[in-house]
T-cell receptor
């Protein structure tokens, strides 16, 4: 089975711009979660989508949003980018039931200048 | 407040010896614990997990021990190999579908030959 894929792998944006990141889960997985990794804060949960619905949300401002399509692919969007949004954005997929292991993609490295 | 703590930022071990990585948690409602391994510029790779109803889970060279009364878990790698050198993250979540993984800050393991 193919793993979780994320595009693009690297991205450079300037402050005030917006960005959209894409994640394709493992085939058959219906849950997609997004995480932000920074040196200072570590890995932090952004949100989780299951069957096209946001099921859980972390403590991030409304500039961070996401959606999931009927084929379980997910996108996350960050509007009005700030320097502090520079991070590695990771998505993880799972079957979506209780106790299911989440499998991560390689991440998208975002640099905001 | 950090709910999952990895108090040792780094650990150095000789090839062939045992590596022991530790993790403490504060939320007694956590029901499922996982260890991930991460190389730079890659997503975390799932290693091993343990449910709170168990106190030990083994998979090849990797064993995870859970002490619920102490709210402590550890990952043992025996024997350690140079290819094990990476950052190891401990993660926990609640026994509810869709809940976020809460990660520790990670421990960098260096295995020298």
């Amino acid at each position: 089975k193919a793993g979780v894929t994320q595009t693009p792998r690297y991205l450079i944006k300037t402050r005030g711009q917006q960005v959209t990141l894409s994640c394709s889960p493992i085939s058959g997985h219906r849950s997609v979660s997004w995480y932000q990794q920074t040196p200072g804060q570590g890995l932090q949960f952004l949100f989780e989508y299951f069957s096209e619905t946001q099921r859980n949300k972390g403590n991030f401002p409304g500039r961070f949003s996401g959606r999931q399509f009927s084929n379980s692919r997910s996108e996350m969007n960050v509007s009005t980018l700030e320097l502090g949004d520079s991070a590695l954005y990771l998505c993880a997929s799972s079957l979506g039931s209780t106790g299911e292991t989440q499998y991560f993609g390689p991440g998208t490295r975002l640099l905001v200048l | 407040d950090q709910q999952v703590k990895q108090n040792s930022p780094s650990l150095s071990v000789q090839e062939g010896r045992i590596s022991i990585l530790n993790c403490d948690y504060t939320n007694s409602m956590f029901d499922y614990f996982l260890w991930y391994k991460k190389y730079p510029a890659e997503g975390p790779t799932f290693l091993i997990s343990i449910s709170s109803i168990k106190d030990k889970n083994e998979d090849g060279r990797f064993t995870v021990f859970l002490n619920k009364s102490a709210k402590h878990l550890s990952l043992h790698i025996v024997p350690s190999q140079p290819g094990d050198s990476a950052v190891y993250f401990c993660a926990a979540n609640l026994n509810q579908a869709g809940t976020a993984l809460i990660f520790g800050k990670g421990t960098t393991l260096s295995v020298s030959s």
